[in-house]
Structure formats: structure tokens, C-alpha cells
């Protein structure tokens, strides 16, 4: 779908849900008073619900009886990687509803008192409380970076939850004792970030340079993708987020065990550490210019032992498969929804 027939297919696909309220309380019944009514440029209005330890802020298209589909966007990028795929989605029938991770755009912490964790558990968990207060008992996940690995534990450690998976690189479950094996210089030298993020001067550097610097993971990540200063500047705004810096740095620290996760998500982390497998219908995507870390197909296709597929996206496609390969993620999608 092109990026100017968004709008058209934006309203098409409100029309087929019938959307002439923003809000339905009967499916958010712990949702905030002020949360009907933000608007959001392409997407429409933002809707919120409190789900666990937060006040989520999430964009829905779709026919609100059509089967769900839950979109999580990755690090530094937000709900835009989805833009094109949401409302062609929502315009064949899905109910698409794509939030806002812990620590970006409107997403906050119910509390001041909550420890900003980011640790991997703690991620696929908000899945399941955003979920459970929706009062969804099983979605499609699809998801890349960041998003990808929240919705491959979901599929592990929840599997009835899970009707069937989307995942960009595949499987990404890790642990802290497998973050600590050193890796070939080369494969080091890609993770640069994350040892920046280690010191203090990382962090101020990053809480400066923010948009500069994911600018620049932007450009590394998709080195063939030529996005444009609005594409970028539309996400990067998510960054804004008062908690932004907190959940990167602690995220990128508890890998290398610098950092300590909460004790309730230690029994999650357990399981993860046995590198648990994936038995839902899962289509794993990869694109041929791919600039982040990432690990190789061969390397983890054991770890889906239901349906399954790999599918490489070509024509110089990089990290942000969703942005950058819309009608291929949609596609797949679709598809694994009938594997």
C-alpha cells in the first residue's frame, strides 16, 4: 500500500469498524478519565487503559469483532513502523491494535514508585496485562526488534494466548548468563550501543542526543532505507517519553548484567534462560540489508517446533521490516493466521 493511500485506507478500515466513538468503556474498565481523546496525526485518536503497572497508549483499526492482531514496535522506533500495515490489516478484516511499549510516547507508569525495568520478562508481561485488560484472550503477534522478542516469550511462556506469530529475526529469547559469552570482534563491534549505554556518560550522552542518536541506529539498522526527516521525526517524537532514557539503559545493562531485574519476573527469566520453544504458528521474516545484530535463520529455526516458516524479504530491506516492507509483514500476517 502506498503511503499516500494511507488516509483512504485509514477511513475504510474505520467504516468497517464502525468507530463513531473513540472510547468503548466496556472494554476498558480500568481506563483513565483524560484517555479518550489525544490525538495522533495518521492514526486518529490514541486510546488508553491501564494495564498492570501502566497507562497504555495504544492505536486500534479494525472491526472490533474481526480476530485480533497486536503490533510491537522495537528500539528507538515506535507505532509508526506500522502505519501502512495496521490499516491494510484492519481493511481485511482484523481488529489491529498496536501500543505504545513502556517508555514510549504516551505509555506511563501508573506510579512514580515503579521501578523502571526493562528487563525482557517484564516487556512480554505488559503484553499480557494489556491483553487481560482488554479482556483478549488470544491475538496474533507480530513484531520486530524489541517488539519481536516481547512477542516471541509471550508465544513461549503463554502459548494458549497466542493464535499465531509474526517475528522479524526469528527468535530472540535470551538470557543474562548467554549475554555474557563474548562474541567474534565483528559481532562485537555491531553491539557498540550497548556498551556505550553501560556508563554514565552513555546515559547523559543519550538523554542529549536522543534524536540524534537514534537517527543514527536508524541509518545503521536499514543502510538502504531512504526515509525522509517527517517519516523520522514522526517517531522519534515517542522518544520524548519522560521515561525513555530509564527503560533503554536498563535494558541494555540487564543484558550484560549490569543491571538487576524485580524478583517477581525472576521465575519468567528462569524459563526464558532454558531458551524455551515456540510451538505456534510462526512465519519468521528477515530483510536482505539488514544493519542491527541479528542472529542467522539456520541458527534458531529449531526453536519453532509448530507450523513454520522463513521468509527473506529482498530489494534492500533493513531492520524496520514493517515501515520499510509493509505488503510483505501484512502478508505474513495473513498467512499465519491459516497456517
Known amino acids: ?14 467504516n468497517l469498524a464502525g468507530l463513531a466513538s473513540v472510547t468503548h468503556a466496556q472494554d476498558m474498565p480500568s481506563q483513565s478519565p483524560a484517555s479518550q481523546v489525544a490525538s495522533h496525526d495518521s492514526w486518529g485518536p490514541l486510546k488508553h487503559v491501564h ?9 486500534e483499526m479494525g472491526p472490533r469483532n474481526g480476530p485480533v492482531v497486536i503490533l510491537l514496535h522495537g528500539w528507538p522506533y515506535d507505532i509508526h513502523s506500522y502505519e501502512e500495515v495496521a490499516p491494510a490489516l484492519a481493511a481485511k478484516g482484523y481488529r489491529v491494535l498496536v501500543p505504545y511499549a513502556r517508555g514510549y510516547g504516551e505509555t506511563r ?17 505488559d503484553v499480557i496485562d494489556f491483553m487481560d485488560a482488554l479482556h ?12 519481536a522478542r516481547s512477542a516471541d516469550i509471550v ?17 530472540l529469547i535470551g538470557s543474562q548468563e548467554s549475554g555474557k559469552a563474548p562474541l567474534p570482534p565483528q559481532a562485537e563491534l555491531q553491539w557498540w550501543y550497548q556498551y556505550y549505554f553501560a556508563t554514565e556518560r552513555g546515559r547523559v550522552g543519550y538523554d542529549k542526543y536522543r534524536h540524534d542518536f537514534a537517527k543514527l541506529i536508524w541509518q545503521l539498522a536499514s543502510p538502504k532505507w531512504n526515509f525522509d526527516i517527517a517519516t523520522f521525526d514522526r517517531s522519534a517524537a515517542a522518544l520524548d517519553n519522560p521515561d525513555q532514557v ?24 528462569q ?69
Open 1 to 14: 500500500m502506498k503511503r499516500t493511500h494511507l488516509a483512504v485506507a485509514a477511513t475504510l478500515a474505520l
Open 51 to 59: 494495564a498492570g503497572v501502566l497507562d497504555v497508549a495504544y492505536a
Open 109 to 125: 507508569f501508573l506510579s512514580d514508585g515503579t521501578m523502571r525495568n526493562a528487563e525482557p520478562a517484564a516487556l512480554a508481561q
Open 136 to 147: 483478549i484472550q488470544c491475538a496474533e503477534l507480530g513484531g520486530f526488534d524489541w517488539g
Open 155 to 171: 508465544a513461549a511462556l503463554w502459548p494458549q494466548r497466542v493464535k499465531a506469530l509474526v517475528t522479524v529475526s526469528g527468535y
Open 246 to 269: 530509564a527503560i533503554t539503559i536498563h535494558n541494555y545493562r540487564w543484558r550484560l548484567d549490569l543491571a538487576r531485574g524485580e524478583a517477581r519476573y525472576a521465575p519468567l527469566e
Open 271 to 339: 524459563r526464558l534462560a532454558q531458551f524455551p520453544s515456540i510451538t505456534v504458528p510462526t512465519i519468521a521474516l528477515e530483510g536482505d540489508a539488514n544493519g542491527a545484530p541479528h542472529p542467522q535463520p539456520e541458527t534458531y529455526a529449531k526453536h519453532f517446533t509448530g507450523k513454520y516458516q522463513f521468509r527473506l524479504t529482498a530489494g534492500g530491506i533493513g531492520h524496520n521490516l514493517p515501515e520499510e516492507a509493509p505488503q510483505a509483514f501484512t502478508q505474513a500476517v495473513i498467512d499465519a493466521d491459516h497456517l
